[in-house]
């Protein structure tokens, strides 16, 4: 056959798959109740799109020839932000803030049931407590109103529902949106497993949230996006709610609120310095004249070690993101918002291996004018994604005050520990039960722990 031949057959072939899919979309939203028949249509049509580009694109989405190192001033460090100072006005800056947490995730992973918001992960209190109490600091010592905008997925949202009750006479407006419910695909048929909308019985796993990257489509669709224009605000400041570090910054505000150029920036990615254990964080470069987010998913095996380099790609994505409001409406009315599909092969509880399409944030900031990269200090990702970190921010390397951890001032060196606990240790239940009291950690250095083992109290880890 010919090339010509060959590429009509594929095309063919592509049509009437998309077709077989629309039908079973199609049918799947006959089951939707009326009262979610809006919702569940936009959900679909959305995935639509989605499964279309997947189709589409052919071989991987970066050409690393075309991969360059960016420019000096698209990557500012902090300290060049910071020593601009904080003008007299600064509340009236503040109340154009929006803060919103990206609270999709369960805690499935640390052996948790429920919102990954939920553990208790310093004093009892919940990365939801500590966002909370960040955000009523700064509107009681600024007289602001800065409200915190929860982006819940159908996994999170009735559980969070129910705790947000908690927060009622707290000086802090608090919102919620869902994002999408997309289909999970057969990986062979690459047609949909869901039969009907319902997420229970034996649909629980034929649904997921596809990514942080929905959050422009979903809370557009909403209506939230308008209503806080409506009430003035121009900015929102995103991050993961389990990265503990990434509070609201006064400097990076100022920055984008009264530019020194003049030139309003649309997005501020904010990237910190790799070290050996960041090196498969996404990284920004510069590509065909525009910052671009590139993560290792992306990149052809022969150029991974390359991209792994820290010499080469010193910085890493931390996913705190400052996005303007006005553009994030402006994009999404044109359909003008390019995410590269990120391809999750999963394999279900009865062995049917399937595949999830998603997108992230940060991959949209080629898609905003004059968008900027600053280098943060590395207090600012603070993540807790295993026992391992939940040690470290319950340890006496921090100090807590409004929400906010800082390291102590008592620790004589500025890194944080490398901390690895075994496999005994991977449910939160069993890590508590394994320590009576947490040690000093103040003088460590490295910690590795394997086996059955426990600590008692008053114990104190250092280097020796």
Known sequence: MSQDGASQFQEVIRQELELSVKKELEKILTTAPSHEFEHTKKDLDGFRKLFHRFLQEKGPSVDWGKIQRPPEDSIQPYEKIKARGLPDNISSVLNKLVVVKLNGGLGTSMGCKGPKSLIGVRNENTFLDLTVQQIEHLNKTYNTDVPLVLMNSFNTDE???????????????????????????????????????????ENTEAWYPPGHGDIYASFYNSGLLDTLIGEGKEYIFVSNIDNLGATVDLYILNHLMNPPNGKPCEFVMEVTNKTRADVKGGTLTQYEGKLRLVEIAQVPKAHVDEFKSVSKF???????????LAAVKRLQEQNAIDMEIIVNPKTLDGGLNVIQLETAVGAA???????????????????????SDLLLVMSNLYSLNAGSLTM?????????????LGSSFTKVQDYLRRFESIPDMLELDHLTVSGDVTFGKNVSLKVC
Do not use: M
Not at 369 to 378: K, M, Q, Y
């Open 365 to 387: 900031i080629k898609s905003f004018e004059n968008s900027l990269g600053i280098n943060v200090p590395r207090s600012r990702f603070l993540p807790v994604k295993t026992t």
């Open 159 to 201: 559980d969070t529902k129910k705790i947000l009750q908690k927060y009622n006479h707290c000086r802090v407006k608090i919102y919620t949106f869902n994002q999408s419910r997309y289909p999970r695909i057969n990986k062979e048929s690459l047609l949909p497993v869901a039969k009907d909308v319902s997420y229970s019985g």
């Open 408 to 420: 102590s001032e008592k620790r004589e060196f500025p890194t944080v520990p490398l901390v690895k």
């Open 314 to 324: 010193k910085i890493f994505n931390t996913n705190n993101l400052w996005i303007s």
